[in-house]
C-alpha cells in the first residue's frame, strides 16, 4: 500500500509539474566535467624541519614531513534552466550538481556557506544546490534583473571569480554601447530568525557602474564603484573603497591583445574603539596578454602584476579580498591555481605562506586565497595545432612577490613549465591531458633560510561536456 500511495503522489506530482509548465518554454545548458588529478606533495615543506617536546635529544621529531601525494577522480555537473514565461520575461535557476570527489569523504552538513565559490555550501554542491535564481524582464527602458545571479566577472578574465550573490541589476544595449548599474549585497550579517546579531548594519555592500563600447574588432569598458565593508565592526574596523575597471581587448590582424587595470582605494577606518590606527587603502593589478595566432602555430604572452602589503601601519597596499587574480584565470597548472586548491587543498609553505599566495593578515593561515595576489608574473607560451581537432600547449612562468609579508624574508615564488593537450571529440565533448613542473622558490622558505622546500609536479587529464 506504501509503494502504491508513494507512485500515486509521484503521478500526481508530474501531472501537476506537467500542466504548470505548459505555457513555459524550457531551456536547458550547461557544463559536465570528470577529471583525474595526481600531485606530488601536499606541501613544499621538507623532512629537515624538527621540533623538541622537550629537553632529551630523543624526544627530537619531525614535524612537517613531506606531505603525501594524493590523486584521486571528481566531477561536477552546473545546470542552466531557463523559464522562458513570456518574450522578455524569465525566470532563471543555475545549480551545481555532484560536485565531490569519487568515492571520497563527503562534506558535514553544519559546513560554512562557500560564499566566494557559490551561494551553498559544499555539502550541499555535493548533492545538489542552487546558485542562480533571478528574473529577467526585458523593459521598455532596458532589462532589468532580481535575485541571485553571478558578480564579480568584468572585463578579461584577470581579476575574475564569478561567484552568485543576491542583487539587483539593470542593463541597456544602445547600439555599440552597453550600460549597467547594480546593486549588491555581498553579506548581511543582520540579526534574523536563523542567525543572531549585536550589530547593527555591520554588512558588505557594493554599488557599481559600468559601461562597454564594441567594435568589430575589438570591445573597452570601464567600470566604476563604490563598497563598503562593515564586517570587521566587532574588532572596530569599518572600510569604504572606491573601484575603478578600464579594459579593452582587441584584434590586430593575427594578434590578439588583452589589458586590464584594477584599482582600488579608500580608507580603512577606526570605526568606534579609539585606539586603532586609521589606514589607506591603495591596491593595483594590472594585465596584459598578447597571443599571435598563425593557425597551425601560436605563440604568446602574458604580464600579471598585483601590488603587496608593505607591512606598515598607515597603508593597505595589498589585500587579497579587494585586489587578487581571481579565481577564474588560472595560469598555471599548480602555481595560482585555484582550481588545484579547490579540490587538493592549498600547498603550504613555512610561516604562513602558501600556493595560491596569500597576503591579507584578516585571512587566516591555511585559508584559500582567490589565486594571485602579492605578485609580479610572466609568461610564455607556445602552441601548436597538427590538426583541427587537437591543440598542445607549452609555457614557462616565473612569479616574484611584490613585498615580504611579516614573516617571509625570500620573494620568489619559482619557476614553472606546464604542457597540455585538449582533443576536441567533438563540438561538445573534449578531452585534455597535462602536466605541470614547479621548482619551487624561496619565497615559501618563510622566516628561516636554513628551512628546506620541495619541488613539486602534477598530472591531470580532463573530460568535458558543454549542451
Known amino acids: 500500500m506504501k509503494r502504491f500511495w508513494l507512485i500515486l503522489l509521484s503521478l500526481g506530482l508530474i501531472t501537476a509539474f506537467s500542466t504548470q509548465a505548459s505555457a513555459v518554454d524550457v531551456k536547458f545548458s550547461g557544463d559536465f566535467y570528470v577529471a583525474g588529478m595526481y600531485l606530488d606533495k601536499t606541501t613544499f615543506r621538507s623532512t629537515d624541519e624538527y621540533w623538541y617536546s622537550g629537553t632529551a635529544k630523543d624526544e627530537v621529531k619531525h614535524l612537517n614531513a613531506v606531505g603525501p601525494s594524493t590523486g584521486f577522480f571528481y566531477q561536477r555537473l552546473r545546470l542552466r534552466t531557463d523559464f522562458v514565461v513570456s518574450p522578455g520575461l524569465s525566470f532563471i535557476t543555475r545549480a551545481d550538481i555532484m560536485e565531490r570527489v569519487w568515492g571520497g569523504k563527503r562534506s558535514t552538513a553544519t559546513a560554512a556557506i562557500q560564499s566566494d565559490q557559490s551561494a551553498q555550501s559544499a555539502h550541499e554542491s555535493e548533492n545538489i544546490a542552487f546558485d542562480w535564481a533571478y528574473i529577467s524582464y526585458d523593459s521598455p527602458i532596458g532589462t532589468f534583473r532580481v535575485g541571485y545571479m553571478n558578480d564579480s566577472a568584468w572585463g ?5 571569480t564569478a561567484m552568485p550573490r543576491g542583487k539587483v541589476a539593470w542593463s541597456n544595449t544602445t547600439g555599440p554601447w552597453y550600460y549597467t548599474l547594480q546593486i ?3 553579506d548581511d550579517n543582520s540579526s534574523s530568525a536563523v542567525a ?9 555592500d557594493k554599488y557599481v557602474a559600468a559601461a562597454k ?7 573597452a569598458g570601464l567600470l566604476a564603484g563604490v563598497g563598503r565593508d562593515a564586517r570587521p565592526k566587532p574588532s572596530g574596523y569599518t572600510s569604504l573603497f572606491y573601484i575603478l575597471q578600464p579594459y579593452a581587448i582587441a584584434q590586430f590582424g593575427p594578434v590578439k591583445v588583452q589589458a586590464e587595470i584594477d584599482y582600488f582605494w579608500g580608507t580603512w577606518k577606526d570605526y568606534e574603539t579609539g585606539v586603532l590606527a586609521d589606514q589607506k587603502l591603495e591596491n593595483l593589478g594590472v594585465f596584459i596578454d598578447a597571443v599571435a595566432d598563425f593557425g597551425i602555430v601560436y605563440a604568446g604572452g602574458t604580464f600579471a602584476y598585483i601590488s603587496g602589503d608593505d607591512p606598515t601601519t598607515d597603508k593597505m597596499e595589498g589585500n587579497s579580498l579587494l585586489v587578487n587574480g581571481g579565481r577564474d584565470w588560472n595560469p598555471c597548472l599548480i602555481l595560482f591555481n585555484s582550481d588545484l586548491s579547490y579540490w587538493a587543498g592549498a600547498i603550504p609553505g613555512y610561516s604562513t605562506t602558501q600556493n595560491p599566495s596569500l597576503n591579507n593578515p584578516a585571512i587566516p593561515p591555511g585559508s584559500t586565497a582567490d589565486g594571485m595576489t602579492n605578485a609580479w608574473f610572466g609568461q610564455g607560451r607556445v602552441g601548436v595545432r597538427p ?11 616565473y612569479a616574484t612577490a611584490d613585498q615580504r609579508p611579516a614573516g ?3 620573494r620568489e615564488y619559482g619557476w614553472e613549465a606546464d604542457l597540455t593537450g585538449t582533443y576536441k571529440i567533438t563540438n561538445n565533448l573534449s578531452y585534455m591531458i597535462g602536466g605541470g613542473y614547479l621548482w619551487t622558490g624561496d619565497y615559501y622558505k618563510g622566516s628561516d633560510n636554513a ?3 620541495n619541488d613539486n609536479y602534477m598530472l591531470i587529464n580532463k573530460l568535458t561536456l558543454t549542451f
Do not use: C, H
Request: no cysteine; proline share 2%; glycine share 4%.
Open 213 to 219: 563600447y564594441t567594435w568589430s574588432s575589438g570591445e
Open 156 to 160: 578579461t578574465v584577470f581579476m575574475d
Open 451 to 453: 628551512n628546506k622546500v
Open 184 to 186: 549588491v549585497k555581498q
Open 387 to 397: 590538426t583541427p581537432k587537437l591543440d598542445i600547449m607549452a609555457s614557462v612562468s
Open 408 to 410: 617571509v624574508i625570500n
Open 196 to 204: 543572531g546579531s549585536t550589530y547593527t548594519d555591520n554588512d558588505r
